[in-house]
């Protein structure tokens, strides 16, 4: 696990598919192990965001919702050594 703060994504107002789209472009820059906070008003990204999470290999920690603000953390996988 990272011991650097979770990255925060701010997607509160857009519609699907650019939550995800902004969470997936944070993965790229963050690093192995990290953790990433995604605020979202749109209910698809229940949906979406296990999916992309599904396709990196990464996870889904937590989902939670208050008033009318999902708050999906989820974890990137760790590095490999191969």
Do not use: N, W, Y
């Amino acid at each position: 696990m990272s011991s650097e703060a979770p990255i925060t994504v701010d997607a509160r107002g857009h519609r699907c598919p650019v939550p995800s789209l902004r969470l997936a472009r944070a993965m790229d820059q963050a690093g192995p192990g990290s953790h990433l906070v995604l605020l979202a008003t749109d209910p698809m990204a229940r949906i979406d965001v296990p999916f992309l999470m599904t396709e990196r290999g990464g996870t889904v920690v937590s989902i939670t919702e208050a008033e009318g603000v999902l708050t999906l953390t989820v974890a990137m996988p760790a590095a490999t050594t191969d």
